[in-house]
């Protein structure tokens, strides 16, 4: 079971500034004390990306899972590609070794949707399971309900770690 915490609404699209999620990363730091036999999942959509926000999570410890935007490019066998190249086809596909993305090494996942769109995830924890973790994000969103005008764009979800062992 996943349980939003702490979510930021806002009526825009686009990136968001580096100041929100630095603030919400605070605000959970202030209002909610981490236990030992939890793990919390910053679980954040595609405009959550880039080296000063990874850097934020990685100094706080934050386990995350991110949507990434599918034109990100990457070095793949000495060439240089967009991430939608990686993942291409239909069915999910998890990428067995770690790729460097904003800095930061990232274990990814992804694939091509119905609708042309790509949905690809990235998390710096080592899991066959990262799709899975995003989708608690995407069910929390549907279940608030806040109307199209208005979504959650961040979402921290508290497991059980014994939900949440890696697979890889």
């Known amino acids: 079971m996943s349980i939003p915490l702490l979510w930021q609404v806002y009526n825009r699209?686009?990136?968001t500034a580096?100041?929100?999620p630095k603030a919400l990363l605070s605000c959970f730091d202030k209002w909610i004390e981490r236990k030992?036999?939890?793990q919390v999942w910053w679980v954040a959509d595609r405009e959550y990306t880039g080296k000063d926000c990874f850097?934020?999570?990685?100094?706080?410890?934050?386990q995350f899972c991110i949507r990434l935007r599918k034109n990100v490019t990457l070095t793949h066998h000495n060439k240089k590609i967009s991430l939608h190249g990686l993942f291409g086809c239909p069915t999910l596909r998890t990428l067995s070794k770690p790729r460097k993305l904003y800095g930061t090494n990232l274990c990814l996942a992804g694939q091509k949707l119905p609708d042309g769109d790509y949905f690809?995830?990235?998390s710096p924890t080592r899991t066959r399971r990262l799709a899975r973790i995003y989708q608690h994000?995407?069910?929390a969103d549907h279940q608030l309900q806040l109307g199209s005008a208005s979504k959650p764009c961040l979402l921290l979800s508290s497991?059980?770690?014994?939900?949440?062992k890696a697979a890889g």
């Open 13 to 15: 699209q686009g990136n």
């Open 18 to 20: 580096y100041s929100i």
């Open 36 to 38: 030992p036999h939890q």
């Open 55 to 62: 850097r934020e999570l990685l100094e706080r410890k934050m």
């Open 120 to 122: 690809i995830v990235g």
């Open 137 to 139: 994000r995407w069910l």
């Open 159 to 164: 497991q059980e770690a014994s939900t949440w």
